[in-house]
């Protein structure tokens, strides 16, 4: 007997060139219930993603953790399994092995593009209902970077870019602190790339920048103090109390940084990439503010997941 909608399980893994995540969620009619959840991280760029190679060692790291994965998913009578892999393993000459690694201990991946990695980004972030404006929404991930430009109404534009935290870190970065050399090389670098974006902003004028999960909860916490934000789906940053943190993170040590409270130690030298590319994005495009969402890819496709099943059920 097949179950209903309001039993049935599914279970996302996010394969991220910094962390995998897994999160399992019962489908409930009028909810989503959140039964378990947890983040690794697998360093799947680590040492060669500029060369598009996956090493030895993230190799190994990353089939070991969907082992595991696959036994937790086992534990919670989970009913769909969606495996989502983006730019590590998409970009990877490598990529189709790996795969094939993961199919031999029972997890199928879906490799996606860019533009369905976006589409998915902004899927969980408007179940937040937080779009309420001509919003751009910033998902800062290791190996890529997307940008989703919508409005209440729905996705107005998007576009993902080779300009993830690891990939930017492992070019740059090699100070410490990070050299002024080092910013302007990476500023002319997004001067570059992003001009498309530039225009799409300019077209539609968004007045409001979401942080997709990710660096932006890095901020959030140490905006706080350094204190857990608890369960909160979504918050508003102050931009001036933000510039004042980016300064901050961008003349400090390595060792300054580790023993910022709050900071996790994945996100130690990341983070200062990370606010390279924020400011970037307040500086050449007029945004009135700012605001975290918890919500980013993993639950765009466990609520893509749900709507597909609702639409079956009706």
Known sequence: MQKSIDIMRA???DLGT??????????ADKDL????KTTIPVLLGQGRINENIIIPEAFERGISMLKEFRSIIDAHDVDIVRAIATSAVRNAVNGPEFVAAAHAVGIDIQVITGDEEAAFIFNGVRALGIIQQTSLIMDIGGGSTEFIICNEDGLIWKKSYDIGAARLMQAYFHSDPIS??????ITDLLDKTLGDLKAAC???????LIGSAGAFESFAVLLNNGDDIGDVASMTLDI????KLAERLLASTHEERTKMKGLISLRVDMIVIAVILTSYILDNIGL????LSMYDLKMGVLHSIKDQITSKAG
């Open 18 to 27: 910094n962390t995998f995540h897994l999160i399992i969620g019962d489908l």
């Open 240 to 243: 001036k109390s933000y510039e």
């Open 202 to 208: 300019a077209r539609y004028k968004p007045e409001m």
């Open 33 to 36: 219930q959140i039964v378990y």
């Open 11 to 13: 279970a996302v893994i």
């Open 180 to 185: 002024d050399a080092a910013r302007n090389t």
């Open 288 to 291: 009135s503010a700012l605001s």
